[in-house]
Nanobody
Framework: QVQLIESGGGLVQPGTSLRLSCAAL????????LAWFRQAPGKEREFVGG????????HYADSVKGRFSVSKDRVASALNLQMTSLQPEDTAVYYC??????????????????WGQGTQVTVSS
């Protein structure tokens, strides 16, 4: 079992950047597929991007492709989400998740077993 702790959220202006981090407590990320999801008020939780820890293979939602980047820090056993060109529609609570989804389910929230508590990202002028 892995405990996930997100950090780095905040209030930023449109067009700026922000980096979120997800740390593993009591374990490492080895063997997991990791992902970032987000949930805006009144909306379902949606996939943002993810990485297979062993291979480093990344995958992204079309809505963030080219703006967001997922990376892993093996030394710190942390997962990062670098977000650029942020827009008000990116406002949401961002969650880190870990599990063993197959390729066809890696963008589905219920395919992940472990979740962080979430960190709020607000993009507003």
């Amino acid at each position: 079992q892995v405990q996930l702790i997100e950090s780095g959220g905040g209030l930023v202006q449109p067009g700026t950047s922000l980096r979120l981090s997800c740390a593993a407590l009591g374990s490492t990320f080895a063997g997991y597929t990791l992902a970032w999801f987000r949930q805006a008020p009144g909306k379902e939780r949606e996939f943002v991007g993810g990485v297979t820890w062993k291979t480093g293979s990344t995958h992204y939602a079309d809505s963030v492709k080219g703006r967001f980047s997922v990376s892993k820090d093996r030394v710190a056993s942390a997962l990062n989400l670098q977000m650029t060109s942020l827009q008000p529609e990116d406002t949401a609570v961002y969650y880190c998740a870990a599990g063993w989804p197959i390729a066809s389910t890696r963008a589905i929230a219920r395919a992940y077993y472990f979740w962080g508590q979430g960190t709020q990202v607000t993009v507003s002028s």
